[in-house]
T-cell receptor
Framework: AQSVSQHNHHVILSEAASLELGCNYS??????LFWYVQYPGQHLQLLLK??????LVKGIKGFEAEFIKSKFSFNLRKPSVQWSDTAEYFC???????????FGAGTTVTVRA | NAGVMQNPRHLVRRRGQEARLRCSPM?????VYWYRQLPEEGLKFMVY????????ESGMPKERFSAEFPKEGPSILRIQQVVRGDSAAYFC?????????????FGPGTRLTVT
């Protein structure tokens, strides 16, 4: 089974700071990669996804992620965070053509105004 | 354009009672997935259903847990004789086709607390 590791449990930032959240997975074959965000009291929303093609993926709300196959990584970045980015962020992976998503434990991001 | 709906959002049960969690997929979606998130852990796959069919329940505990997705109405995750270890957030997701090729859309989750 896949394992997905998110490096940070809780990150605290000031507004306008840059954000990078690490994600590594264990499977050596072809994968689909996702970042989901859960704002307080809301459902999980898809930030961005990678299925194939350009390994630098642009998502919503100014987020991007880079797939580095050799490092089994899919790190999430945002150059300048806002208070409204306070949320929990989940990295998820599935093997291509498999429906089961494997999730990391999540990273709570707190942005201070 | 309603997303995936789950109810109740919060559910409190005493040990030994039954818990029923409901999930209505997005309009046009016929594939439903249930995940469980235990404290301090990521979501873990439980079961994949299509209308009237359980396709994969490999992530379901062997006893007390069952799921269905009837022809009409929401998908139901049922937990009989709940124990404290069942306390978790239960998320439902849906997709328009098989999720290997499509993203999954998640509901807000049901937080089950067993006292």
């Amino acid at each position: 089974a896949q394992s997905v590791s998110q490096h940070n449990h809780h990150v605290i930032l000031s507004e306008a700071a840059s954000l990078e959240l690490g994600c590594n997975y264990s499977y050596g074959g072809t994968v689909n990669l996702f970042w989901y965000v859960q704002y307080p009291g809301q459902h999980l929303q898809l930030l961005l996804k990678y299925f194939s093609g350009d390994p630098l993926v642009k998502g919503i709300k100014g987020f991007e992620a880079e797939f580095i196959k050799s490092k089994f990584s899919f790190n999430l970045r945002k150059p300048s965070v806002q208070w409204s980015d306070t949320a929990e962020y989940f990295c998820a992976v599935n093997e291509a053509n498999d429906y089961k998503l494997s999730f990391g434990a999540g990273t709570t991001v707190t942005v201070r105004a | 354009n309603a997303g995936v709906m789950q109810n109740p959002r919060h559910l409190v049960r005493r040990r030994g009672q039954e818990a029923r969690l409901r999930c209505s997929p997005m309009k046009g979606h016929s594939h439903v997935y249930w995940y469980r998130q235990l404290p301090e852990e990521g979501l873990k796959f439980m079961v994949y259903l299509q209308k009237e069919n359980i396709i994969d329940e490999s992530g379901m505990p062997k006893e007390r847990f069952s799921a269905e997705f009837p022809k009409e109405g929401p998908s139901i995750l049922r937990i009989q004789q709940v124990v404290r270890g069942d306390s978790a957030a239960y998320f439902c997701a849906s997709s328009p086709g098989l999720a290997g090729a499509y993203e999954q859309y998640f509901g807000p989750g049901t937080r089950l607390t067993v006292t």
